[in-house]
């Protein structure tokens, strides 16, 4: 959402993709959020992970539209999977199994096995060639 609203979008040092801005307001545009949907799906499709289970931050404005925006297009693709609105996304994801969807370092942190879904867009759909930040000396 945020590479579409035109936000720096790098790569960490960890090789996840991240973003440089607040993700609270990203999905407030309803074409951006479903372009950002179709992506997310077309890009499951083709991977074919088997069935997706999405958490969304109940809290969040429009969180109820991009649940909703998220079920039709699943269905739409033939996918099986479900979305849940939780109080807590990061509580929920850091607790589940399977392979894990974030760019959040603290779930990545706490997690055994995490998918870049961001990168794998930006570059086959996007051809997305962003900043690595891993090119740089660690401390």
Known sequence: GNYLSGCFVYRACDGIIRDAAESNGVFRSSERR?????????????LDPGPLHFYIDEPHPHSRDLAGELREALRAAGL???IKLVRSADRVLKNA???LVSGD????????KVFDLA??????????????LGVFPQP
């Open 80 to 82: 099986s999977g479900e």
């Open 105 to 112: 370092s603290e779930i990545i942190d706490a997690v055994r």
């Open 34 to 46: 479903r372009r950002a949907v179709r992506l997310i799906v077309t890009a499951m499709a083709k």
């Open 97 to 99: 199994g399977g392979i």
């Open 119 to 132: 990168s794998f867009v930006l570059e086959t759909e996007f051809l997305a060639d962003l900043p690595d």
